[in-house]
């Protein structure tokens, strides 16, 4: 069983930043791909960003230009790097890994909150 942990969340103003972590129980050098899903109270859970194994990555378009995903593969790590965020990026974001074997695996969530 795979764990992911994450961690960074909290409250910040409109325009700030923040960065969220996701540690992996195990690599993820091979992995499919590492992502970032975010819900919001009332809505369905959506994909943010990926990273692939290659390195390639791709976001949701609401996010372009302003959250880059990247990681560690020293670390078993995925960062969130979030900036000018809005209002309208408040939920609670889960890390998620899926590997070649058709299996998934998500973290606990961690909350993001903007509003001044």
Known sequence: ?????????GLVQ??????????????INSIYAMGWYRQAPGKQRELVASIY??????????????FTIS???AKNTVYLQMNSLKPE??????CNM????NEEYWGQG???TVSS
């Open 89 to 94: 990026d408040t939920a609670v974001y889960y």
């Open 53 to 66: 194994r290659d390195g390639s990555t791709s976001y949701a378009d609401s996010v372009k230009g302003r």
């Open 71 to 73: 990681r560690d593969n």
């Open 14 to 27: 409109p325009g700030g930043s923040l960065r969220l972590s996701c540690a992996a129980s195990r690599s």
């Open 98 to 101: 899926r590997t070649y074997y």
């Open 110 to 112: 961690t909350q993001v």
């Open 1 to 9: 069983q795979v764990q992911l942990v994450e961690s960074g969340g």
